[in-house]
């Protein structure tokens, strides 16, 4: 293969491992019955007129499996703290203790595990679609070296070997959701 066809699947491979980086991201996010803080992650405050992330104005902690410590730097947001993570919709209640929000992390019922389940499959949908997009990009590039001049074989070969490289990461996919799946229905 010469360096066009080399370049082109290499882009391929970069985009499908970001898929699967970003899919990673989105596990984090689902409880899985164990408290992080993780879980927290997306949750803003209005901090002094600017929406800041909440593990930019608290140290974030999980001293056991059921709950989560928020232990903010400035103790004048701690209210902010607790409504946004209210708004946040999560199903967490914070307690204010004061100094602290402690959060307990309630079992999951299966029902909600059920529905976490179908968020998983549904975030593995968007990451295949993303790959499939960056196969068919790679592909067209492909179509295109050969107008440019590349041999016929070597388009071929670098199709062939873009179709292997999507099936492999499709796979991971597959066994990213079998695994997170198995996590989030064990009690």
């Known amino acids: 293969m010469n360096e066009e066809t080399e370049f082109t699947l290499e882009e391929a491979r970069e985009g499908m491992q970001l898929a699967i980086s970003h899919l990673e991201k989105e596990f984090q996010k689902i409880r899985a019955g164990k408290a992080s803080p993780m ?7 209005d ?3 600017v929406m800041t992330p909440i593990e930019q104005t608290a140290n974030i902690s999980t001293p ?3 709950q989560i410590i928020v232990q903010p730097w400035d103790k004048s947001v701690l209210g902010l703290l607790e409504k946004a993570i209210l708004a946040a919709n999560l199903g967490f209640n914070p307690k204010n203790e004061g100094e602290i929000l402690r959060i307990i992390v309630p079992p999951l019922t299966e029902e909600r595990r059920r529905e976490m389940v179908k968020k998983a499959k549904m975030d593995v949908e968007n990451a295949k ?8 990009s790679a592909n067209d590039t492909a179509k295109q070296l050969k107008k ?9 070969k670098l199709e062939a070997e873009i179709q ?7 796979s991971q996919l597959d066994t990213l959701l079998e695994t997170k799946e198995k996590d989030i229905m064990t009690v």
């Open 39 to 45: 879980m927290l992650e997306g949750v803003k405050i």
């Open 47 to 49: 901090y002094y007129g």
């Open 64 to 66: 056991d499996a059921r």
């Open 129 to 136: 679609i993303s790959i499939r997009n960056i196969r068919r």
């Open 148 to 156: 440019d001049g590349t041999p016929e074989d070597e388009v071929t």
């Open 164 to 170: 292997k490289l999507t099936d492999e990461y499709i």
